[in-house]
Every structure is written in structure tokens, then in C-alpha cells.
């Protein structure tokens, strides 16, 4: 038995913990507001708010409904754009996108009415940049987007006012959300002690999920009905602690959670800027880092960050574990070295010391919030003007994530000058067989390789002579 608050109303069900939470809001609970777009996460027309509470914090994040299993909202309140209409009237987000004209056919506005509502209650500062980020899982077909940039606009301004106050008091106190919001951190926890167990899967094989982002666009109808062991909320699956020069990681970590770790913020000062080109904000909600490693996708951005990084796995059966570095997990185009029931169960890195420069790029057809055409991440360590170590990857240029470790060893104990790079980039494209696709040609991804990685070099030494390297062929 599954049981969450859905908007005011706590309630159960015993549907399929694989049921999506789109088809049970829309289906079961004829809460129509909830649009059914492209069905992969793509367009935020199925956007809602999921609060749980976090170390006794309630904290709300968007997701997109069309790719969250009911296994993953056990204990946490839902809240679909119905959940968020006041007694009467507008909220000032409605009203706002109602004053400003940002809205036409009226399909895709619910869903951003649910992006801004929770940048409202994010805590994030209230600049405009931050509002247009909030909405940037959200696609509007019909309605020009600089309209939704004034209701965005108008929203900040009214969240200038918060100051030091705690942003859902705010929001409740603005009729942002209403009345009820002021009670939900208590009936979370009230909830939480009559739900402590999610329904235990019926075999120990049962199928493994967490975030499901891209697993409920390949297998939406399996996973409606298969058995599931769930992985999202397990909260020792989702750490993110540092150990002497190490950073240990669970499998379940999300995007976003790496985004908000001061160990992460720490050690990559720009982290948290590289990652927007990423996926949404609600798909970063959701997408966990052990799910994209075992995706096997090539062009997988955390995949590529990660082998740089040089990161090593503990596979685990339930009964036994094992070592296994990123960069011997992938054997072919999805294939990799997991044995029957293996699971990634802890994910670790050495932390980049002072010395350590790190950088990543990626080139898509759209700037941000598209997959890649290629992409890649660069780890170098200097000892004055020596290369001390250096991982290199790459991704779109191989039937898998690639660590270009020719390439890498070729730096290491190299004087770094412009004619090295040049060097060092004949030798990726010896390492690289890319393919000729809908991204792009083979031709153009081994020249965009070689881009990258001037990109790299350029982003990381600015004494280098930019104008050399960009010659160099």
C-alpha cells in the first residue's frame, strides 16, 4: 500500500508501485490540470510538486509526473496545479501569467504555473534569471515566451519583499499557495510514522529503480506492472559525504543534489553553472548519477564528468561486492560488467586538490536542455608548468562514454604549451570511432572533438595564445 498527501487530501492505493504519477492523478483521480504531453519528460506539461521532508525540512522540488513511479512519492506530498488554486480568485503566479498574456491555448500553462510556484518556495534569490530557470523544463508552443518572461518577472518582484522570511511562510502568507501549505511539515511527519515501509517487492530479483527518467521512456508499459525494488528514497543510497581526499557518493544522488552539495560547491566552483546545460531542473530533480553511469548512453553527461574524474564503483549482489573502476564498466553499445543482480551500491573520486583544474563542455543543437552531439570533461593536475595527471573523456565519438586514456598519458610529465594540445588532439582522434547519425557526421564529431578540447585548455590556462590554438588543425 502506497499513501501521500495529493494536494489536501491524504489518501492510499494499492495500484502497481510502477503506475506513473501522471496516469494515477489524471486517471484515478480525474485531476485533469495535469497535461499528458510527449510522455518523456521533455515539454513540463505534466509538471508537479513533490515536498518531502529532508532532515526534518520540508522541501519542494518539480518533477515531471509522466516519469515518477507512485513508488517514489511514499510518504511525500503531491501537489498537481488544481492543489494550488486559492479559495477564489487567482494566485499572484496565475495572475500573472493571465495579466502579462503568457498564456494562449492555455495546454502548457498549468505546468508552468507549477515551475514558478516552486521557485517561490526554492529559497533561491529572487532574480529574474532564476524564474526563467525554474520554467526551463517547461515548452510552450503557441504563446511567445517573453510574455512568460514578464510573468516571471512580475513573480520576482513580489518575492523581493521575502527578505529573511522562511519562503513557504512567505508564499502562504502571499496566497503564493494556500492555507493549507502551513500544516503540510506536521502531516508529513504524522504520515511518515504511519508509513515507514514501502511495500517490500515480491522477489529478492524484483527490477531496480530510482529516479526512472529514462527508464520510463524505454519501458513505460513494462514498468507499470513489473515488480520494483525502489531506490530513490533510500537515504543511504542518496549521501554525499567526503572521506580524507575522497567524495563517496550513493547511487541514487540526483543531479540536483550534487548541485546543492557544499562538498561538490567546494571542489568544482563551477559545477553548478556546467550542469544547466544538462537536461531541466526537473529532470535534474529526479535523474540520479548511478542511473545514467548504468544507462550506458554514449553521449551520457554525468558518465563523461565522472570518468575524467577517474571515479571507481562498488557493485554489490545483496551478498557479495566488488571494485570495479567507471572506465571498465562499459564492454560495448550497453553492454556492461555487471554479473546476475549486481547494482551499483557506492560511487567514489578523489577530490581535486589545488593544483587540479577541471573543466567540461558539451556542444547540442540547442544550447541548453538537449542531449549532446558530443561532449567532454578534462581533469589536469599541474606541478608549475608540468603536467602532473591528467583524465580526459569524451562522449558522442564511441559505441560508449569514453575515457581517452592515450591522450591522458600522452600530457602526463609534458611542458603544457600550445603545440602539446595540437599533439594531443592527433592522438584523440586516433582513439575515436564516431559514427555519422541525427547529431551530426562522423567527420564533424571528431573535428568537434578537437574543439572541445581546445575549448578545455583555453577555458582552464588563459595564458595560453587562444588565437594559436584555434588554428591548430
Not at 510502477?18 to 495535469?34: E, I, P, W
Not at 503566479?93 to 503568457?102: F, G, K, L, T
Not at 491555448?105 to 508552468?112: A, L, N, S
Not at 541514487?252 to 561538490?264: C, G, R, Y
Amino acid at each position: 500500500m502506497i499513501r501521500f498527501i495529493l494536494n489536501d487530501t491524504e489518501l492510499s492505493t494499492d495500484l502497481p508501485a510502477g503506475t506513473t504519477l501522471l496516469d494515477f492523478v489524471r486517471y484515478n483521480r480525474r485531476l485533469t490540470g495535469t497535461k499528458i504531453g510527449c510522455r518523456e519528460g521533455d515539454c513540463g506539461a505534466c509538471s508537479v510538486l513533490i515536498g518531502e521532508l529532508i532532515e526534518e525540512q520540508l522541501r519542494y522540488r518539480s518533477y515531471t509526473s509522466c516519469l515518477t513511479p507512485l513508488g517514489n512519492v511514499q510518504g511525500k506530498h503531491v501537489v498537481t496545479i488544481e492543489g494550488l488554486n486559492p479559495a477564489t480568485g487567482l494566485n499572484p503566479v496565475q495572475q500573472a501569467m493571465s495579466s502579462c498574456s503568457a498564456t494562449q491555448c492555455g495546454f502548457c500553462t498549468p505546468g508552468f504555473v507549477v515551475s514558478l510556484a516552486q521557485f517561490c518556495v526554492s529559497g533561491k534569490e529572487a532574480t529574474v534569471q532564476n524564474a526563467i530557470a525554474a520554467m526551463d523544463g517547461n515548452i510552450c508552443r503557441c504563446t511567445g515566451y517573453k510574455s512568460i518572461e514578464r510573468a516571471a518577472e512580475e513573480i520576482t518582484g513580489l518575492l523581493s519583499a521575502r527578505e529573511e522570511q522562511d519562503p513557504l511562510q512567505f508564499a502562504v502568507g502571499n496566497n503564493i499557495l494556500p492555507a493549507y501549505f502551513s500544516l503540510m511539515k506536521a502531516r508529513l511527519m504524522a504520515l511518515r510514522e504511519r508509513s515507514k515501509e514501502l511495500r517490500k517487492p515480491r522477489s529478492t530479483q524484483a527490477f531496480r529503480v530510482a529516479g526512472g527518467t529514462d527508464l520510463y521512456v524505454q519501458r513505460h508499459d513494462e514498468l507499470d506492472h513489473d515488480d520494483i525494488h525502489f531506490m530513490f528514497d533510500d537515504p543511504a543510497l542518496r549521501i554525499i559525504r567526503r572521506q580524507g581526499n575522497q567524495c563517496i557518493m550513493g547511487p541514487a544522488v540526483t543531479a540536483t543534489d550534487l548541485q546543492e552539495s557544499a562538498v561538490i560547491r567546494e571542489a568544482f566552483p563551477h559545477f553548478s553553472k556546467q550542469v544547466k546545460a544538462i537536461s531541466s531542473t526537473p529532470i535534474r530533480n529526479g535523474a540520479t548519477i548511478a542511473g545514467n553511469f548504468v544507462n550506458a548512453s554514449p553521449i551520457g553527461d554525468f558518465s563523461i564528468f565522472f570518468l575524467a574524474a577517474d571515479a571507481q564503483l562498488l557493485l554489490s549482489d545483496g551478498n557479495h561486492t566488488r571494485r570495479l573502476p567507471l572506465r571498465k564498466l562499459y564492454k560495448g553499445y550497453k553492454q556492461l560488467d555487471l554479473k546476475a543482480h549486481e547494482h551499483i551500491r557506492e560511487i567514489s573520486f578523489t577530490l581535486p586538490g589545488k593544483e587540479t583544474c577541471v573543466n567540461f563542455e558539451k556542444v547540442s543543437k540547442r544550447t541548453h536542455l538537449d542531449i549532446a552531439s558530443v561532449n567532454s570533461a578534462l581533469f589536469i593536475t599541474m606541478n608549475g608548468d608540468l603536467i602532473a595527471e591528467a583524465g580526459l573523456a569524451a562522449g558522442g565519438v564511441a559505441p560508449v562514454p569514453l575515457c581517452l586514456q592515450q591522450t591522458a598519458d600522452f600530457l602526463v610529465g609534458k611542458h603544457l604549451e600550445e603545440t602539446l594540445i595540437g599533439e594531443a588532439i592527433a592522438i584523440a582522434k586516433e582513439e575515436i570511432s564516431p559514427v555519422s547519425d541525427a547529431r551530426g557526421t562522423a567527420a564533424y564529431k571528431t573535428l568537434l572533438l578537437g574543439q572541445l578540447i581546445k575549448a578545455h585548455f583555453i577555458s582552464l590556462f588563459p595564458r595560453l595564445d587562444a588565437s594559436r590554438l584555434l588554428h591548430l588543425v
